[in-house]
């Protein structure tokens, strides 16, 4: 081999190296793109729901957004989430919805497209809606997809309407038919019963998965952590110890800080009975950290700001035992 054919040869080698060497095997399982006709419809969203804007709000981010964070946080992958459901939304009815479901579906994989190793795109739908199924299926069929996202409170799902339930079933299965992932915004609204809600998801809708991979986001919650979170997350670590499924995991996406907490400590002759912080940590312990996925709900917080507040309040090391646990597709 002459030295100039062997100078290539290695500068090839070296190449084919870097590019088998992954950084930190991190993900981040809770990503949120926007696209334009996103951030326009999410200002509708907010003054429908009385919330005030950021500035967050108003930009758009897209696949290099995404790849640029996992860079300088030394994460290699994140779940990149369809806001498809949003536009089934019936707080914000729009034209053309199912059409603009689709628009939004098939945007995020093109996104993912762009580096499909590092990026896994997950459809969304609202499930109540009549072509719910049939949107899963097609998106389905393009194997573009990892999963998909479902959101219950902003579709609105109802747990105690036993129409909406064997629904729910239909979709659970077709997810598992096609071997997707599934991510579930599971809390509904604010007056929530975290025991007779989850004894439903489990008894009722869970077992249709089969075997699918199922993450909980936000612990079972929807940001910070209160009692009826707590109610949920101790049914959950019971069902996860019966050995009835090894396939359930939860996300801790959003969590902290746990300010948004209504149920405020409430001392007792001088002995508190609730505090939000101490409960999660037990339930955190019940549960295992090989069921629990990092995630930051991007763009409500980025990856380094959330791993310090994970840090602070959880340790570092139940903190480094969660960015260790990974969910992959069967």
Same mark, same amino acid.
């Given at each position: 081999?002459?030295?100039?054919?062997?100078?290539?040869?290695?500068?090839?080698?070296?190449?084919?190296?870097?590019?088998?060497?992954?950084?930190?095997?991190?993900?981040?399982?809770?990503?949120?793109?926007?696209?334009?006709?996103?951030?326009?419809?999410?200002?509708?969203?907010?003054?429908?729901?009385?919330?005030?804007?950021?500035?967050?709000?108003?930009?758009?981010?897209?696949?290099?957004?995404?790849?640029?964070?996992?860079?300088?946080?030394?994460?290699?992958?994140?779940?990149?989430?369809?806001?498809?459901?949003?536009?089934?939304?019936?707080?914000?009815?729009?034209?053309?919805?199912?059409?603009?479901?689709?628009?939004?579906?098939?945007?995020?994989?093109?996104?993912?497209?762009?580096?499909?190793?590092?990026?896994?795109?997950?459809?969304?739908?609202?499930?109540?809606?009549?072509?719910?199924?049939?949107?899963?299926?097609?998106?389905?069929?393009?194997?573009?997809?990892?999963? &998909?996202? *479902?959101?219950?409170?902003?579709?609105?799902?109802?747990?105690? @309407? #036993?129409?909406? %339930? =064997?629904?729910?079933?239909?979709?659970?299965?077709?997810?598992?038919?096609?071997?997707?992932?599934?991510?579930?915004?599971?809390?509904?609204?604010?007056?929530?019963?975290?025991?007779?809600?989850?004894?439903?998801?489990?008894?009722?809708?869970?077992?249709?998965?089969?075997?699918?991979?199922?993450?909980?986001?936000?612990?079972?919650?929807?940001?910070?952590?209160?009692?009826?979170?707590?109610?949920?997350?101790?049914?959950?670590?019971?069902?996860?110890?019966?050995?009835?499924?090894?396939? &359930?995991? *939860?996300?801790?996406?959003?969590?902290?800080?746990?300010?948004? @907490? #209504?149920?405020? %400590? =409430?001392?007792?002759?001088?002995?508190?009975?609730?505090?939000?912080?101490?409960?999660?940590?037990?339930?955190?312990?019940?549960?295992?950290?090989?069921?629990?996925?990092?995630?930051?709900?991007?763009?409500?917080?980025?990856?380094?700001?959330?791993?310090?507040?994970?840090?602070?309040?959880?340790?570092?090391?139940?903190?480094?035992?969660?960015?260790?646990?990974?969910?992959?597709?069967?």
């Amino acid at each position: 081999m002459s030295r100039v054919s062997a100078l290539l040869f290695s500068i090839l080698l070296a190449n084919n190296l870097r590019a088998q060497v992954k950084p930190n095997n991190y993900t981040d399982y809770h990503v949120h793109l926007q696209d334009s006709a996103t951030v326009q419809l999410g200002y509708r969203m907010m003054k429908a729901f009385h919330l005030k804007a950021t500035k967050m709000d108003s930009l758009c981010f897209d696949a290099d957004t995404i790849i640029k964070r996992l860079d300088k946080a030394k994460f290699y992958s994140a779940w990149i989430i369809s806001n498809a459901y949003w536009f089934g939304s019936p707080v914000t009815p729009v034209e053309n919805e199912y059409e603009e479901v689709k628009k939004q579906n098939d945007w995020i994989a093109a996104q993912a497209a762009r580096d499909l190793d590092r990026l896994k795109a997950f459809m969304s739908v609202n499930p109540l809606k009549p072509y719910a199924i049939g949107e899963i299926e097609r998106c389905a069929a393009t194997k573009r997809f990892a999963g &998909l996202k *479902l959101h219950f409170a902003n579709s609105k799902v109802n747990l105690f @309407d #036993k129409a909406q %339930v =064997k629904q729910l079933q239909k979709v659970f299965a077709v997810v598992n038919k096609y071997n997707l992932l599934l991510l579930v915004h599971f809390r509904n609204g604010q007056k929530w019963d975290g025991i007779a809600n989850t004894e439903i998801l489990l008894k009722q809708i869970l077992p249709f998965a089969g075997n699918t991979k199922v993450v909980i986001a936000h612990m079972a919650g929807w940001g910070g952590y209160d009692r009826q979170t707590d109610k949920a997350l101790a049914l959950i670590a019971a069902y996860l110890h019966s050995g009835k499924t090894p396939h &359930l995991y *939860l996300d801790i996406s959003a969590v902290f800080p746990l300010g948004s @907490d #209504k149920d405020p %400590v =409430k001392p007792i002759k001088g002995r508190v009975t609730w505090h939000p912080l101490i409960a999660l940590k037990k339930q955190i312990e019940k549960i295992g950290t090989d069921h629990i996925v990092f995630g930051t709900d991007w763009p409500l917080t980025d990856i380094d700001t959330y791993i310090k507040m994970l840090n602070k309040s959880l340790g570092k090391q139940t903190t480094q035992q969660i960015l260790n646990t990974r969910v992959v597709a069967n």
